[in-house]
């Protein structure tokens, strides 16, 4: 008793200290971002992962989505640092909003987001796109219904697809990332793959030897709308939302957008969308 | 922080149909691991340089890559090779018996040469061949020593299946994945997962301790 009785003590202990050093730290981080009040800078998280729209060539954070918020914050006179801290803790980080005050990494805006987040006005516009091989006999979302599928995990694909298929479909196969999903088509595990059409265009034309092609079915897989993920109650987002708006209008966006994609946006449903 | 328990209950079905799978994955990659870990362990311990130089470089390469890249490996490569098309539950379990049977076979080997020699020398001038040594004097003896050390690797075992969720093998670790992907919230379904591979590991090692003490007694 007397044995267990110390354990317990020991435990409670311990606990306090790992609690007493938490507030420690958080007073501290707090008084520094005070001091600096004047030219606060934005920490912005992102996934980079995602070629073209974010990915790392070497050690540099590159793509779409990172050109356009760097003319967002120079629009917003804003000053910025984006990290790579990869999906989870961007998501964790950003919900707390204490170390970082956004995300950009191709996150669809959708309603059950944001029970937990904020969005920015949308600033791109995407669908999903069906991959399968050349010789494939499917045409349309509904061919897949009986087929075996693979998505990433995490994305609008694997929402649309749990919606056709059924949410516990094992036919229905969820990978960590795109990369490895379409690694399954190869290997013939799957008869196709559905995710953003940014990235099915991407990887078929960095893989022309395996002859996939890419369909479009706008019936049963609408449009969807990037947005910049933000805390709730952000007010980051007050600045944010006039600078896109302005580089929607000015041209400024559609420069980026041909730099990455080689074809023009479709500037008026980005606006328009709500 | 604000924690959303609707959303666990309304995923409570899944996680639970992956937390079986969890549990069929393990306890046939501890099995087939086991077995073939004894078998690679005779390898490693045998005199022949035929036998003991592949056995050490399979233990070695098991032992020192990450499992990560070898459940890559087998998804990809050696379940293809041999059934001709991907198969993540067969994968898993393939991977997992694989990487285990790497260092339940050093454990078998610890095990047998910490009996003293005596006992191999008593049991031959019985006229027991060295099978029958084996069978009957060394490992029942070995055994005990070695349930320990099994312990640790069955409980790591389990933790690391939810590696195998990279390959969409619908474990536990996979449908928490889903249902963070739903919501874009990582504590609900990561604690929650925790607690389950935690009631996991906790029932194996109480049935550990209770076969130790039983082992001993008995």
Redesign the interface.
Known sequence: MGKRLSVLLAAGILIMTMAACGAKSDNSSGSSSESNKNEKVYKFATDAAYAPMEFMDKDKITGFDVEFLKAVMEEAGLEYELKNTGW?AM??EV??GKTYDAGISS?SITP??E???DFSIPYFESTNMIMVKEDSTIASAADLKDKKV?VQ???TA??LMAGIMG??N?NL????SNA?AM??LD???VDAVVADIAIVREYMKNNPERKLKGILDTASFGSEFYGILLPAGSELKAKLDPAVTKLLEDGTYTKIYKEWFGEEPNIDNVLNAK | MHFRFEIIFDYIPLLLKGAALTIGISALAIVLGSILGLVVSFGKMSTRWYFSWPISGYIHFFRGTPLYVQILIVHFGLVPACIGHTDAIVAAVTALALNSAAYTAEIYRAGIQSIDKGQTEAAQSLGMTSGQTMRFIILPQAVKRMIPAFGNEFIVLIKDSSLVALIAAPELMYWSNVMRGQYLRVWEPYLTAAFIYLILTYSLSKLLGWMEKRGVTG
């Open positions: 989870d998501l964790t919900e707390s996150v059950e987001r029970e937990t987040y693979a995990g995490a994305t694997e929402t949410n516990d094992s196969k969820r990978f960590d490895v690694l399954e290997s013939g595990g």
